[in-house]
């Protein structure tokens, strides 16, 4: 790790949690001791992210083809996610973090959907991170909700005023922890010019260091947006919602 500061810090970072599963398996233990574990890394890239100046953090924990688990991890993915909401909603809130959920929510049961919705209102006017999580989230879901909301409207051509988060900037970093090199149905028109990260480090290994690297990673990529290396050394920091 470096010890130069970084200068361009992404503004919204996404992240694609995984490999807790793996990080299990490898300590024979069960898949949903990884779990456990992986919320450990997401309090701690909460509060790394903020100490660096990144504005919005957007975590995926629960995909649209994650139903397709057996029951018992589905259900414990889904407890986890209750307790650990209830459970730091008020600290969240304390430090001036917005709380945002994102994905078909209503599929979730009705006392995941009261918490989240308690827990948006509580933090709706924080401003130091917002704090975006991805639950029964899938890119293509986030399309097709966006179309037809769209339509519903008359403005069909609007539609990426619908989207997921579309109040917030694209992401500007995305990282994928545990090895693959995929999007898993993640954000697909938002990543449209995001920078993209892949790590073989599992999940709940993911520490301080490893975002530094990220980040570093990050400081030193041209962001072209289509335009020649010239051009883009010119205009730098043209904002990702340019991009259409
Ligand atoms: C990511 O870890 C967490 C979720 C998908 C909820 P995995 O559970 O996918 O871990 P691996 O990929 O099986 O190791
Ligand atoms: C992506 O991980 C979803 C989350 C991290 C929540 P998966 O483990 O579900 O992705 P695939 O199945 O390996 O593509
Ligand atoms: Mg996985």
């Known amino acids: ?6 200068v361009h810090v992404p503004k919204h970072v996404a992240v694609v949690m995984d490999g807790n599963g793996r990080w299990a398996q490898k300590r024979f233990l ?4 990884g779990h456990r574990q992986g919320v450990d890394a997401v309090r701690r890239l909460m509060r790394v992210a903020g100490e660096r100046g990144v504005a919005h953090l957007t975590v995926f924990a629960f995909s649209s083809e994650n139903w ?3 029951e018992e991890e589905v259900s414990y993915l889904m407890e986890l996610f209750f307790k650990a909401l209830r459970d730091e909603i008020q600290k969240l809130h304390d430090n001036g973090i917005r709380f945002r959920a994102i994905g078909d929510l209503a599929a979730l049961s009705p006392d995941i959907q009261q918490q989240i919705r308690a ?5 709706a006017n924080n ?3 917002t704090f975006n999580v991805a639950v029964n989230y899938g890119g293509r879901w986030d399309m097709t909700q966006a179309v037809e909301r769209a339509c519903a409207a008359g403005h069909p051509t609007n539609f990426p005023q619908y989207l997921a ?3 917030q900037p694209d992401p ?11 999007i898993s149905n993640f954000l697909l028109w938002q990543l449209a010019y995001t920078e993209l990260y892949f790590t073989d480090t599992l999940w709940p290994d993911f520490d301080e260091a490893e975002f530094e690297r990220s980040l570093h990673w990050f400081a030193s990529r041209e962001r072209r947006f289509g335009q020649t290396g010239e051009q883009a050394r010119a205009h730098q920091a043209l904002p990702s919602k340019a991009i259409q």
Request: charged share 35%.
């Open 1 to 6: 790790m470096s010890a130069e500061p970084v």
């Open 30 to 33: 069960p898949r949903v001791a």
């Open 68 to 70: 397709k688990r057996p």
């Open 119 to 123: 827990a948006e209102q509580l933090t």
């Open 127 to 129: 401003r130091a991170l």
């Open 165 to 167: 988060f579309a109040d």
């Open 172 to 182: 500007d970093l995305f990282i994928r922890t545990g090895g693959e090199r995929r």
